[in-house]
Structure formats: structure tokens, C-alpha cells
């Protein structure tokens, strides 16, 4: 059978099981909607904040990204998984105790503050809404190479299924939605990953057979000398060198890990769980379902990037495979015949290279490069739709709980019943939806480059504030206001100037302190942090409830509210 | 009694979130970022240290710490929750 017919089953088994699941967890209150009733199983909230997580950025695009950049990839591995730590060390545990929906009434109450919560609900809606345009996008991009319907129709089909479940079920439909679809990755992303560990190097698992020997027909010696050698040669970077100044990976680290802590969707499964105790295992078992993904990632960014060069690099282009001719009519691989030999010169030197590989195929790729069985190649496209759909689900979901009931219900409405709430949600995600799907049919050109944006506005916005907000009892609403605003628009205009007023001196000799745009989350972080710290310094302590609230929440026990 | 036994509590779990993150950093950033290139000279399998700690071994580090953190603050809970237990029982006592 051809990948075609094996993509389109595999694509309609795992839709109709995510409707199926839709249908059987609809939501009946604002609790079931906004945090699944708060009755979630941590293990099973671990594989839903997996699935939350790993994006289509992380599924289709990072073990491209670190192919390319070798060593220096290494900030996307641990930025995207040591923020982990910080979540279950400094916030999730005393934000279940708090016991709320959301992340900005967290802020707004411990702020006992509007204004914070409305900057919060900014914050948390920019945030959502720039990630969830990405995920429209690689939904898009798997709907046009495997199903071979244009991106157009491809995102509308993936808009209607996230809009079934996301609005009848709410965070109810989405967690064992998300579980489902957890399993589907987590599957798609480790059989090939196995399967060209096994060819390559004889070793099952592919954590192992990234430092093992080839086999004799990749030519023997050591995987990774094999491609610094193969790097070498044709004047690319050496693979397991860094290229980028160390300050700078330490500040994109940093700034990554600060981001993840922050990220308003991936808080709130917190929220779902039945207590304390739970909230902490569930961040446990959510970062193992996530280092299975993210320590094999290395791994199949080496193999393809061997793969890539020894298929691809001197051969005659009228016999490249047909994978190659498949992928050069979406324009993700061009060629371009300059010394016109008629073959493939695959090198470093940006002169004389003919071959330009979009990164975000490697994965999608991967299995045909290796030549892999077609139901494989199609099984990573219904990985890659549930990533990127599981995500979208989640960030949509924040949206819609931030103007329903942050927005709406706490600032402007406070009047409204339930059932009114509940309807503005629904209404809210349905909009949330169209404008998503909207901007992957029609994606702003700078969409990979805001995604930095995402992550510096989490880490400089939100992450100070919270973590403040329990481990400092006389951090008071001026401090936290004046360390949000302060954060967040120097990490704003940072980027805005070096991506889009200035592009021309986006380079380490303009940046300050040599960090780049990616990286300049970190400082808005810690200039949040000594900002929020000198005016609260200087001004009256908060009132004595909230301080009795801030020592309730470092305790064990049930959660404050409800 | 209890606020005392509150403030034990906090102050345990502070220096335990403080010790683990030490470790946090020290393997992250430290070994996986600064000292990278120092490692990279001593070789395991087909690794060399630096670069394997840094795509690999500070995820599972990470992992680690999590479950550490998880093992003592359980612990820690009981204790609180027995400690509190108690000195509410002396305290009626008393009242008695």
C-alpha cells in the first residue's frame, strides 16, 4: 500500500478515536471545563502535559533544528526540559494549593490587584496566540505532504476536530484527549527512531545507538566521529562543537527553562489534578514522557544528518529517490545546479552548496531517507498532527479561560451565572479557533521567528511574578506591576528591534552583551525580579489577608479554594 | 506550637529546593554549558563527556531531581501533618 492510503488510515483511526473521546467526556460546568473537575490522575495528567508540551515544534522541528546545529542544539534539549525542574520545584506544587483556574487569577488575587490581572490576561492571550499559529502551521504542512490536499483544506480539517473537542469538552475533552494522543506521538516519534537505530547501528535503543559503531554498510567506526569527520570534509560545522559563544547558549538556555516555567497551558494541568501531592507527581511523570522524546531527539538528529549526507551528497540528480522529487514540490528541498554537473554538491560553503533542506522536514523525512516501510513514514505524520493538535488544544484553552472568566466573569461581569460563563467560553474558543486557523492558512511570515517572543514574554512576564508571589510574603501589586511591565517590554522591544525594525544588525556584534534575541528573555527575567524587589522595597507592605494567604499556600493540606 | 512546626517545615523545604537546584544548575549549566569543552576531552563509548551530559544526561539529572524532591517532600508532608497532629492533641490537653 502506498504512503498515501496508510497515511489517510492512520490519520482517520486516530481522529476518530479523539472525537470518540470528545463525545464520551463533554463538560457540564465551568470547573469541568476550565481543570477537567479537578479529578485528573497524575499519570495521566503527566502523559496530557506531555502531550501539551511537545508541540509540532517539538515533534517535526526540534531534531531538525539540532541536526543542523550539532552541540549548539543543546539548548533547545535542556532549555525545553529544566524548566521542568522549576515548575515542580517552584510553582506547580504551591499553585495547586492555591487552588484557582487560571494563571492570571493566581496573579490577580495574590496581587489583590485588576490592573495585575488584566496584565496578566494580556500576557497569557499574546503568549497562546503567537504558539498556537505555529501549531495551525505544522498541522497545515503534514495535511499537504502526506495527504497531498492543499494547506488550506488541511487546516480546516484540523481546525474542525480541535473545535469538537476543545469546545464540547473543555479541559475535560482535551486532557484524555491529549492522553490519546500522547500515546500516538510518543509511538510515532520512537518506531522509526528504533527502526534506524537498528540499521545504522545495530542497537535497539537509540539513546545507546547514538554512541555505538556503524554497521559495515554505513562504512564502521563511531557514529558521531563518523559525521564530525563527514562534517569536516565538506566545510560544515563540526558536529559535537559549539559555534555559538558560550554566554549566548547560556542565555537561550536560561531564557527557555524561564519560558517553559511560565507558559500559562502547561501551568494550568496543574490545576487539574486532586491535590498537592499529586501535582508534584504529575510533574514527574510529565517530564518522563518527555525526556523518552526529547533524549531520543539527539539521536535521530545524528542519524539524519548521516543519513542526509551519504544519501544526497555527489550522486547525479537524475537518480535522486523519490522521496527527494516528492519533497521538492512543496519547496521544502531545492536544488540548484551551479557548477552544472549534474549532481548534488552538498557542502558548507554557502557559494558552491546547490542543496537547501528545510529543517522542519528532517523528521517528517527521516523515515523515507532511510528507506523505511511506508506505514512508518505515514505513522509520523499522525504523530506529528497530534502534537501539533494536543498543543493547540491546550493553548486554545487558556485563551478562552482568560476572557471567559478572567476577563469577563473576575473583572467586568462578576454578575453572570455559570451557565453564562460557560457559554461565553465556548464562544470564546470557537472565535480562538477561527483566528488561529485563520493565521495557518494565511501564516505572518515571522512566524518561527516570534516563537522566541513566546518564550522571552512567559519567562520575563509571568515567571518573577509567581514565583515572588509565594516565596516572598512582602512582595506587594506595585512591586509585581512594575517587574511585569518593566520584563516584559524590554524583552518586547528587543526582539521587535533586532526581527523586525532592524533585521540587518541582528548579529553578535549589535547585541547587548553578545545575547541574541532568543537568549534576552533572561535578562527581562532578571530585571523583572530587582525591579518587582526595589519598588516593593520602597512601598507599603500588602494587606495582612493576602500575606495569611502566601503562608496557607507554603503548607500542606487541601487546596485553599473550593 | 503549630506556627513553629509550620516554619520547620518551610525552612526544610527551602533548603532542600535550594540543595537540588544547585545540582539543577551545576549539571545544566555548568557542565552541559561552561565547562563543556573541558569535559569533552575524556571519552566514553562512542561520547565524549561534554557533549553527552548535554544532549543526554542532564535530562535524566533532571528527571532525578524531580524524584528526589518528590521522595523528601512526602516524607516531609507526614512528618508536618503527624507533628501538628500532636500538638494539637497536647494543646487540648492543656485546655483540658
Not at chain 1, 560545522?237 to 536560561?254: H, K, N, P, W
Not at chain 1, 510529565?286 to 550522486?315: E, K, Q
Amino acid at each position: 500500500m502506498s504512503v498515501q492510503i496508510w497515511t489517510i488510515i492512520f490519520v482517520f483511526l486516530s481522529f476518530s478515536l479523539y472525537i470518540g473521546i470528545a463525545i464520551w467526556s463533554r463538560a457540564g460546568s465551568t470547573k469541568e471545563f476550565y481543570i477537567a473537575g479537578g479529578g485528573v490522575h497524575p499519570l495521566a495528567n503527566g502523559m496530557a502535559t506531555a502531550a501539551d508540551w511537545m508541540s509540532a515544534a517539538s515533534f517535526i522541528s526540534m531534531a531538525g533544528l539540532i541536526s543542523v546545529l550539532g552541540r549548539d542544539g543543546t539548548f533547545y534539549l535542556m532549555g525545553w526540559t529544566g524548566g521542568y525542574v522549576l515548575l515542580a520545584l517552584l510553582l506547580a506544587p504551591y499553585l495547586r494549593k492555591f487552588g484557582k483556574f487560571t494563571v492570571p487569577d493566581f496573579i490577580g488575587d495574590r496581587y489583590y490587584s485588576k490592573s495585575a490581572r488584566l496584565i496578566a490576561v494580556f500576557c497569557a492571550i499574546t503568549v497562546s496566540f503567537v504558539y498556537v499559529c505555529g501549531q495551525m502551521q505544522g498541522a497545515g504542512i503534514v495535511f499537504s505532504r502526506f495527504l497531498e490536499v492543499d494547506i488550506t483544506t488541511g487546516v480546516l480539517i484540523g481546525m474542525t476536530i480541535v473545535f469538537f473537542y476543545a469546545v464540547m469538552g473543555g479541559m475535560k475533552g482535551i486532557t484524555y484527549t491529549q492522553v490519546a494522543q500522547y500515546c500516538v506521538l510518543i509511538f510515532a516519534f520512537m518506531v522509526p527512531a528504533i527502526f534506524i537505530s537498528i540499521l545504522m547501528t545495530g542497537q535497539v535503543i537509540p539513546q545507546v545507538g547514538f554512541g555505538s559503531e556503524l554497521t559495515e554498510a554505513y562504512g564502521g567506526g563511531y557514529l558521531l566521529d563518523r559525521l564530525d569527520n563527514l562534517s569536516q570534509e565538506l566545510g560544515f560545522a563540526t558536529y559535537t562543537e559549539g559555534q555559538r559563544s558560550t554566554q549566548d547558549v547560556f542565555f537561550i538556555t536560561a531564557a527557555l527553562m524561564f519560558g517553559t516555567a511560565g507558559l500559562p497551558h502547561v501551568i494550568i494541568r496543574f490545576f487539574t489534578v486532586p491535590n498537592v501531592r499529586d501535582a508534584r507527581r504529575s510533574a514527574g511523570y510529565a517530564l518522563i514522557f518527555i525526556a523518552i522524546l526529547y533524549t531520543t531527539a539527539p539521536a535521530v538528529a545524528a542519524f539524519a544528518r548521516t543519513n542526509l549526507i551519504n544519501t544526497v551528497n555527489n550522486i547525479e540528480y537524475s537518480a535522486v529517490p523519490e522521496w527527494f522529487t516528492q519533497w521538492e514540490t512543496t519547496s521544502l528541498i531545492t536544488f540548484d545546479d551551479k557548477n552544472n554537473d549534474g549532481r548534488i554538491q552538498f557542502v558548507g560553503d554557502p557559494e558552491a552548496n546547490e542543496l537547501n533542506v528545510n529543517r522542519d522536514i528532517i523528521v517528517l523525512a527521516n523515515p523515507e531517507i532511510a528507506g523505511l516501510p511506508n506505514w512508518v513514514v505515514a505513522l509520523v505524520a499522525a504523530g506529528a498532527l497530534a502534537a501539533a493538535l494536543s498543543t493547540a488544544a491546550g493553548l486554545l484553552l487558556v485563551i478562552s479561560t482568560s476572557v471567559a472568566h478572567d476577563f469577563l466573569k473576575r473583572s467586568f461581569m462578576p454578575t453572570i451565572s455559570e451557565k453564562q460563563e460557560l457559554l461565553y467560553a465556548r464562544i470564546s474558543i470557537f472565535c480562538a479557533v477561527l483566528i488561529a486557523g485563520y493565521f495557518g492558512i494565511n501564516p505572518p511570515a515571522y512566524v518561527a521567528q516570534v516563537v522566541a517572543f513566546a518564550f522571552g514574554l512567559a519567562a520575563a512576564s509571568f515567571f518573577p511574578a509567581i514565583v515572588l508571589g509565594i516565596f516572598r510574603k512582602r512582595m506587594n501589586k506595585e512591586g509585581a506591576i512594575a517587574g511585569m511591565i518593566t520584563g516584559f517590554s524590554f524583552t518586547a522591544l528587543y526582539i521587535i528591534y533586532f526581527r523586525f525594525i532592524n533585521p540587518t544588525a541582528d548579529n553578535a556584534e549589535n547585541w547587548l552583551f553578545g545575547i541574541s534575541p532568543e537568549g534576552i528573555g533572561t535578562v527581562g527575567t532578571l530585571l523583572n525580579f530587582a525591579v518587582a524587589l526595589t519598588v516593593a522595597k520602597y512601598t507599603p507592605d500588602p494587606p495582612k489577608e493576602v500575606q495569611e494567604i502566601v503562608e496557607e499556600i507554603r503548607l500542606p493540606g487541601e487546596a485553599i479554594v473550593r | 506550637m503549630s506556627d513553629k512546626n509550620a516554619q520547620s517545615y518551610w525552612e526544610s523545604n527551602i533548603k532542600l529546593v535550594i540543595k537540588l537546584m544547585c545540582v539543577w544548575f551545576f549539571i545544566s549549566f555548568g557542565c552541559g554549558i561552561l565547562f563543556v569543552d573541558a569535559l569533552d576531552t575524556i571519552r566514553f563509548g562512542g561520547f565524549k563527556l561534554g557533549f553527552w551530559i548535554a544532549q543526554q544526561g542532564a535530562i535524566l539529572v533532571f528527571v532525578a531531581l524531580i524524584y528526589i524532591y518528590i521522595y523528601y517532600m512526602d516524607k516531609l508532608d507526614d512528618r508536618y501533618k503527624k507533628d501538628s497532629l500532636e500538638s494539637s492533641n497536647e494543646a487540648t490537653k492543656e485546655a483540658e
